[in-house]
């Protein structure tokens, strides 16, 4: 079965455990579950923030001018920086093993951030802690 087809996909992922089951699966709905070979970038520095990634399976690294800043895994956000706050990217993310992602558009992201609050919590969280500023504005409509 695949991860888009659990009853409750969202329930041990870290950060979107607690989202009740009908908001597990409009996050579901509003993504694509999409497979990144080994190797594979997916997002490169200073481009504009086209889209947003969660990811189910695997590991990836984030470089920023050169240095790699951090490991992410299973539950892991990436590209919601560029989205939730207006800027073009700040790292390359690149797959470390095969990965299993949930990939949002733009708009579908922004659409999950606005309507469904434990989202939109689990959002401000992660650019919190990636930023190290708690008073990250909202995005602008």
Same mark, same amino acid.
């Given at each position: 079965?695949?991860?888009?087809? +659990?009853?409750?996909? @969202?329930?041990?992922?870290?950060?979107? %455990?607690?989202?009740?089951? !009908?908001?597990? *699966?409009?996050?579901?709905?509003?993504?694509?579950?999409?497979?990144?070979?080994?190797?594979?970038?997916?997002?490169?520095?200073?481009?504009?923030?086209?889209?947003?990634?969660?990811?189910?399976?695997?590991?990836?690294?984030?470089?920023?001018?050169?240095? +790699?800043?951090?490991? @992410?895994?299973?539950?892991?956000?990436? %590209?919601?920086?560029?989205? !939730?706050?207006? *800027?073009?990217?700040?790292?390359?993310?690149?797959?470390?093993?095969?990965?299993?992602?949930?990939?949002?558009?733009?708009?579908?992201?922004?659409?999950?951030?606005?309507?469904?609050?434990?989202?939109?919590?689990?959002?401000?969280?992660?650019?919190?802690? +990636?930023?190290?500023?708690?008073?990250?504005?909202?995005?602008?409509?």
């Amino acid at each position: 079965m695949g991860f888009l087809n +659990r009853p409750k996909p @969202l329930t041990d992922v870290p950060r979107f %455990g607690n989202l009740s089951e !009908r908001e597990m *699966r409009a996050v579901c709905d509003a993504g694509n579950e999409v497979n990144v070979p080994e190797h594979w970038s997916m997002i490169w520095e200073s481009t504009a923030p086209d889209k947003a990634y969660l990811v189910i399976e695997g590991r990836l690294e984030v470089v920023h001018q050169g240095e +790699r800043i951090a490991e @992410l895994g299973r539950g892991d956000l990436v %590209g919601e920086i560029g989205i !939730r706050n207006h *800027r073009l990217r700040s790292g390359t993310v690149t797959a470390l093993t095969p990965l299993v992602m949930l990939n949002f558009t733009r708009r579908a992201f922004q659409d999950l951030y606005d309507t469904i609050p434990a989202f939109r919590d689990a959002v401000d969280t992660t650019v919190a802690e +990636r930023t190290g500023r708690s008073d990250v504005p909202p995005p602008a409509e």
